[in-house]
């Protein structure tokens, strides 16, 4: 493996302003940087749960609870990949530490989460208008 002295702050917080988690991917915390990923697509999900089970648009409720944690979530993550740059002493490169391996991540992220969150909203839209179907009848 080479070993690389340093990870550039500016460009840590670049990379996760540009896509959450990919400036932890870049200091070589690959697992917290797609556990930060994740926590935003659980808002989502999170979200569409609520609206759905309370009947309402997901865009409403999320100007109360999805936008301020996410920007929440987003500024921290910023924040701690330029802390975790600036600290770390030097890294050991792996596999996933390359352009096409980030490029790859900036890409198809927004595609997987964006399926996933349809995906939700289809089956959340199956259960509770079958339920309230079956309970009209």
Known sequence: MDVQNKRYPVVAGVMAFLM????????GQFKRGCIIALAILGFNILINIIAAAIGGSAVEYSSY?????????????????????????????????????????????????????????????????????????
Do not use: R
């Open 20 to 27: 959450v988690g990919m400036g932890h991917m870049y200091c």
């Open 65 to 137: 609870i999805l936008i301020p944690g996410v920007i929440l979530v987003f500024i921290w993550q910023i924040v701690d990949a330029v802390k975790i740059a600036k600290k770390t002493p030097q890294i050991i490169l792996k596999p996933y530490n390359n352009f096409l391996m980030y490029l790859l991540y900036f890409l198809l992220l927004p595609i997987i989460c964006g399926l996933i969150i349809l995906l939700v909203t289809i089956l959340l839209g199956i259960l509770f208008v079958g339920a309230e179907a079956v309970a009209q009848s």
